[in-house]
């Protein structure tokens, strides 16, 4: 990849053979007949390219194009920019360097403001209907205390679950004397009786929908929503290096961003049906707040 400054801005220059036919160009550059003026371009390559130096030849893959105040163009590496231009080299190189980031942060921006709308409708696509983002937000708030008169046995075993970040579904039970037994060989000691074991009698899916990082809310409203308004006010000319850099890479990740919303969706589905959400009655002892749970989630899920 080769990028030139040029009078038009930074532009990429297809091939080297480009390079080799500016004005003035040189392969064989004498660095004590001819003075530094400027770096004009920067090229980075898999395969290496000779140094220009007359001094030199040593073929290096990353380095820079510069003008000389007497006219010859050539091209070399860092290091042979800072052996024989000094402070100066390493001076112009971070300016370069540093233009060449604010180039590119600023076209990412401007690239992402160009399709601002089309993000737009899509997230409102993605929000809208029966199974898009805002219904299944709402529905999974049902699941927890005091949001939807789910009852307290169910959620709790709900919470529980998501704190532990397991997906499975159990009940404690006293455990039978061949249970004993065969955990008290395991762990090499005595079990108090009776001694109680946690039974597997399902697995929900889709367990992650209601994880904090996963807050559809979080993401769409706080995140998406926020800074598609943010960005549209930026003042890409004028603003701050740290300022461009942080949105550019916002930028970079948007579409990432929208396709995680759309498979936690597909997580979200296969959560709130009604067969998963129904497993977790046969964890709930009280038979009152057993049949509650399974009205509740027929008529709400």
């Known amino acids: 990849m080769i990028t030139l400054n040029s009078e038009q ?18 392969t064989n550059l004498d660095p004590k007949e001819h ?3 400027q770096i004009i371009g920067r090229y980075i390559f898999k395969d290496y390219i000779k140094c220009g130096l007359s001094n030199c ?16 163009i050539t091209n070399i590496g860092h290091n042979c920019g800072k052996s024989h231009f000094d402070v100066e080299f390493d001076q112009l190189s971070k300016v370069f360097e540093r233009n060449i980031a604010l180039h590119t942060y600023s076209e990412n921006i401007r690239s992402t403001l160009k399709s601002l709308d089309f993000y737009k409708e899509k997230i409102a696509s993605i929000r809208s209907g029966p199974q898009g983002a805002d219904a299944l937000y709402k529905k999974s708030l049902l699941l927890f205390k005091g949001k939807s008169g789910c009852p307290e046995a169910a959620t709790s075993i709900i919470s529980k679950m998501v704190r532990g970040r397991n997906s499975v579904i159990s009940i404690e039970k006293e455990a039978s004397r061949k249970e004993i037994d065969y955990l ?12 109680y ?18 807050s559809l809310r979080d993401i769409l409203v706080l995140d998406l929503d926020n800074s598609f308004k943010s960005l549209s006010e930026l003042d ?18 948007i579409e990432r961003k929208i396709e995680n919303i759309e498979n936690l969706i597909d997580v979200g589905i296969k959560l709130l049906r009604k067969d998963n959400l129904l497993q977790i009655s046969a964890a709930i002892s009280d038979k009152k707040q057993k ?4 009205k509740f989630i027929n008529a709400n899920m």
Do not use: M
């Not at 801005?9 to 040189?26: A, N, R």
């Open 35 to 37: 003075q530094l003026n």
């Open 236 to 253: 890409v000319d004028n603003g701050s290096f740290n300022e461009l850099k942080e949105w550019s890479a916002w930028c970079s990740v």
């Open 291 to 294: 049949d509650e749970y399974i």
């Open 197 to 214: 074991i946690e039974e597997k009698v399902g697995e929900l899916s889709g367990l992650s929908f209601l994880f904090e990082e996963n």
């Open 57 to 72: 030849h040593t073929p290096h893959g990353r380095g820079y194009i510069v003008s000389t105040k007497s006219g010859p």
């Open 9 to 26: 801005g930074f532009v990429k220059v297809e091939s080297w053979e480009d390079i080799e036919t500016l004005p003035g160009f040189t």
């Open 184 to 195: 008290e060989a395991i762990q090499g000691k005595k079990l108090p009786r009776p001694y």
